[in-house]
């Protein structure tokens, strides 16, 4: 029998069990962290440069712009940081400017800090492996324990005489009723409606009665006719094809497409559900979701702001 070593690249990606509820950071968040972490070293060796030219250059002797003392310090603190650095991102994926911005980079296989060295089964070196930055703010922290993708909602307290029927009227209808229709989608819906409004973060309204899709240049897949909506972004944070949305009358179901920045609901009260790629979430009227860096609200149908 032929052993044949694992493929490079990706095996499962972000849409793991493992990486369940990780939201990978959008490229302006990583480009920062890397400013951060090469910026500051190299703004010390600049000064070290610039002190060290102005003391060559120079006729009379000790007239350097920079002391000889501080150029030992700025050489040790450079030195330092970039230790600094290399340490913690091999211990935990983290680094100065990564620290600052909440993020963390792991290996996309396992969810754990990436081997700067590998060796593989012929005893060759490499130092090539696939990564993941994700966001620590917007989504779970790979590092910490997968939570449950379905979470129960509490069964209610045993009564010795039935229970009411169950009122729509005392219903949250700034969120979704987990009572009705849990994290399946059946049961009564809260209230009905034909359609919903969709306000972007860029001042457009889309009204919504079935499906759209939404992203950079949305195409259906073989066999789908969802309508689609294109949202310009610069940014290119949003995937070509993001996210699916659905308005089944009284839940508005959003599905993340296995876009590259990923997507969440923020209910009313703040609570972030960061989305798993093919799984549907539920939104209601008054929920804002994230697409990568654009932001859309749920409204319901006939509320224009003043």
């Known amino acids: 029998m032929r052993i044949v070593s694992a493929a490079t690249g990706s095996a499962i990606g972000t849409y793991s069990g493992l990486l369940a509820g990780v939201q990978t950071a959008t490229p302006s968040r990583r480009r920062s962290a890397v400013a951060i972490d090469w910026g500051v070293p190299l703004l010390l060796i600049a000064v070290l ?55 963390r980079t792991v290996d996309d296989l396992t969810g754990r800090p990436p081997a700067v060295l590998r060796v593989d089964r012929r005893g060759r070196f490499s130092f090539r492996r696939q ?99 294109a949202w310009a972004d610069l940014a290119r944070s949003l995937t070509k094809t993001h996210a699916l949305f659905a308005w089944e009358g009284a839940v508005l179901w959003v599905t993340d497409l296995g876009s590259t920045n990923g997507s969440s609901l923020v209910a009313p009260d703040g609570t972030r559900q960061p989305l798993v790629a093919g799984l549907r979430g539920p939104a209601a009227p008054g929920y804002v979701v994230e697409l990568g860096e654009r932001t859309l609200t749920v409204q319901p149908s006939g509320v224009v702001d003043a």
């Not at 970039?82 to 100065?96: C, N, Q």
């Not at 009564?188 to 972007?200: G, H, K, N």
């Open 131 to 229: 990564t993941v930055t994700v966001d620590l703010r917007r989504g779970r922290d790979p590092m910490t324990s997968s939570p449950p993708l379905v979470q129960r909602p509490a069964l209610p307290v045993a009564a010795a005489a039935p229970l009411p029927p169950h009122p729509t009227e005392h219903l949250d209808a700034g969120r979704p009723d987990e009572n009705t229709f849990g994290r399946t989608g059946q049961g009564r819906p809260a209230a009905a409606s034909s359609s919903i409004v969709l306000e972007l973060d860029s001042g457009e309204r889309l009204d919504l009665e079935t499906t759209l899709l939404i992203g950079r240049a949305p195409v259906n897949r073989e066999g789908e006719e969802h309508p689609v909506f």
């Open 49 to 103: 440069v610039v002190g060290v030219a102005t003391g060559a250059s120079s006729a009379t002797p000790g007239a350097a712009l920079v002391p000889a003392p501080v150029e030992v310090a700025v050489v040790v603190v450079a030195l330092a940081l970039v230790a600094l650095d290399v340490v913690l991102y091999v211990r935990g994926g983290r680094s100065t400017g990564r620290l600052l911005l909440s993020l």
